[in-house]
């Protein structure tokens, strides 16, 4: 949008916020397809995809914000009226109509172009036919052929198979000729062998197609071998756009990198452009534009790592080995080196307690900004010493008036999970565990929905109830001065697509 | 209603809730507005204005002993309906009864005749018994009525129990007696409670049983609305009446509450029972 | 306890229940075909004739009644069921106010009947004298206060159905390009079609043996249902022509119960066979 070249969109979702009842589903997002593009919507079950393809389909309204399909507005357009048809989880096929039938449902309520007649005022105005018997046959016995389900017409949708079935949904689908397909995790309730053949079969057909095809799923995999475009998202946020080599050699952050392949993300510090440590080593790196001693997160993914014998006057680490299986074509280790348990993958093996050195070369370091060096959270101060903030009170000293707004600022170390709820100030439930080296970053929400980051030496299982404790000596207060918000925050523009 | 225009507005999902909306206003005036109107009638004097009269009206000595021998009536009722329809579930639902559904269908076809016609029936029968009619011959109309009602709730909970339980039960060396009073009857108290409400509130509307097989004597509080309305000049005091009832509704639903979770879809559950 | 005697013993339980319920009915029929005019009079059972069936078509009022009561319960079982079937697709989809929806319509199910009538009936004052509808107590008001008291027990039969429906069934019709009514009845409600046929069994049942609301709404121009007719005319001398009525009406009901009951099985039983797809 800064630059005022003519990029072809086809879907242009603009600033778009779906709040459920007080939960925020989908947070500012902003977003565009072009035409002709396979894009798949990737993330974490709640991450706010499928809402989005819900609300392009027109399913769900946006609560704020616009959604353009062909430059035009469509956010308040029903979902009969879009040029966009959607091919469900669950195929959702008519079970009391036949194949032929489901496919021909859309083609009979179709009203098309058939000329133009003049009006008795003289106007010209369109002409409209619906297809006849003859044409609709056509069509749909070619899309049936498309999706190889040719001599198929006359069954009952009920006893096909998974794979067949979705077919037909396809086929139902793709027989209204919509300007943009949207396939909701389409291929989740099949069997792995089936979903590999429909992946290529995907593919192919968006290819011979040329149509827009949005993809939701929650399947990395699926996501980096099926499409031209990957939209990574999690909690109703892009987290980062781009081609599947980008987001899997340059993930923009943490989230990404973990979310997407194997990976070792490990905490660093910028000590100049082009030199990184970590794990008390220097590397050098391809990076740069980076604050002098900068917390970073890099990520270093397993084949990147070359293992070398423990002589070898090359690699930066000396570790040993803890693991190793073999995988088919590669060995996957688990090397401890300086604290941190490496993942490693190499075509050579080493055996189980065997010191080798690991060699890293620039290119094979990625560094990411932090996402957030510090807990933030707005709460109010409540009395003499004490604050309230994500439904707790906590003595802190303060000589703020009661009732003041404030910012509490909650570094990663102040934080102390407890086993025992009862034993925290607050009580939370952890929701990812990210192991850093040497320390893991533990990401626990309140009852009150808001998200603690922890560093600590232990891991947490996801899920546990846990309570929450805090080091007051390293908190720090920060009144809220009446101001509008910050309008962009860096992750939420989603540019370029 | 225009329809399309109930499409997507902003921030509003397109959820067709508006196919409930005629139910909606059918319910506001059908069944809101006769209740606030049976309210009115209640607290208006003939001329209009505000009045307790017509409560000091129902609340005689002699509508206090209608109202206490309609109780009587709906509790004698139920208690002979559970009496006969326990047992009867019972067996059905027991080896070798619970394989053949005809067998428990033939119980409760009646209920699929016109009830006036099966009293009908029953007065023939007890005039050739030499029953008169009165207070014993409108207990067992009442009971030939209901019966159905209790019955078939109290089928289909012993029908559906897990009967591992009662297995479970007799392995740990309970005899049959301590499993039933131990095991068998607490898990049917649902459909215990479910067979008393549509047994017991509906005896107080079914005057045309006491009016085909009572006396003077038997009338209820239901047959006695019904006079005050067709006699036009006390609607007064008919819809103070009916108040009263209606109180004794929500309290008898608030009591069946208590005892577990009351399906208002019993009645469904029973006549559509079959078809299920 | 012997364990053969205990068996006998609860055959002998059952048989005394079931021969208590049918001894009426079986009376009825019998004497159906008797030229008594009273039954179990001093000269038993008179001579066999179908003379009453004869003369039930001959009793004018009788007849009017038993129309009456037919264009009645199909009339409202018919309105009960589509708009019964309309509120449950709605309700389904509703968050906010289902649990009120609900509620209110399930006061006409546990209220006492006789409440329920008056209200109709002072509405009916109401909205001639107040609103000034010319609606009369009759027919027309009879569907219409039939339908009100139906329409909870078809929502209650319709609902479990629509929560075994694939979620995205609605959502798809309105994809390719149908509008949300067209939706309704070329997608949702084929599927609804068994819990909509018992929903309309239900609800005609439900006006046919309805006495209560009938009486005090039938109004004073002389329309009555079967119920009515026979509980007005008990004073008087009913006529014994009603014991045909009772006959036929009692074989139909067995005939349509036993035939529903096959067809409920053998659907059952297709419907087993077919949950197994064939694979490719």
Redesign the interface.
Known sequence: MREQRVIDKIIDVKNVTKVFDDTTVIDELSLYIRRGQFVTLLGPSGCGKTTLLRMI???????EGKIYVEGQDV???????RP???V?????????LNVFNNVA??LK??KILSGEKTNRKGEKVPVFRKFTKEEIANKVNRALKLVGLEDYGHR?V???????QQRVAIA??LV?EPKVLLLDEPLGALDLKMRKEMQIELTKMHKELGITFIYVTHDQEEALTMSDVVVVLNDGLIQQIGTPKQVYDEPANAFVADFIGESNIISGIMIKDFSVKFLDTVFVCEDKGFAKNEQVDLVIRPEDITVLPEDSDKGQLTGTVLSAVFKGTWYEMEITANGYEFTVQSTIEAKVGQKVKLSIEPDGIHIMKKLRTVNEFVGEVSGENTVDFCGGTFEISTDLERGTPVKVFVPFDAVELTDDEEDGEIGGNVARSLYKGRYYQVQVYTDTDEDFYIDTSDEWDIDDRVGIKLDKSKLRLEVIVEETEEENQAEDGGDEA | MKLKNLALRKGNDFRPTFFAFPYVAICFIFVVLPLILVLVYAFRDTDGSFTLNNFRDVLTAGNLKLLLKTVGIALLTTVICLLIAYPTALILASKPFNKYVILALLFIIPMWMNFVLRIIALRSLLGIFGIDYGFGATIIGMVYDFLPFMLLPIYTVLMDMDKSYIEASTDLGANSVITFFKVTLPLSLKGIVSGITMVFMPVFSAYAITGMLGDTDTTIIGGKIHELFVNADVWGIGSAMSFVLLILVFATMFIGNLFGKREAGAKAAVKGGTNE | MNKKLWLVLRWVFLAVVLISIYLPIMLIIVYSFSSERNIGSDSGFGDFTFSLYGRLFQNDLLMEATLNTLGIGLASALLATFIGTFTAVGLYYMRKGKKAVNLVSQVTVVNAEIVTAVGFLLLSIFLRDVIQIPIEKGVLWLIITHTVLTTPYVILTVSPRLNQLNPNLYEAGLDLGARPMRTLFTVIMPQLIGGMVSGFALAFTLSLDDFVVTNLNKGTSGVNTISTYVYDNLKRNLDPAIRALSTIIFVIVLVVLIVFNIIKNKKAKAEQSASKPLGK
Do not use: E, W
Request: with cysteine.
């Open positions: 389909a027109g399913f769900v309204a946006p609560t956010t308040t357009i029903p979902p009969y009226k966009v048809n959607t469900f989880q669950k195929y959702a096929l008519f079970p009391h449902y859309g309520l179709k009952d009920n006893s096909l198979s998974g794979g067949q139902r689908a209204c």
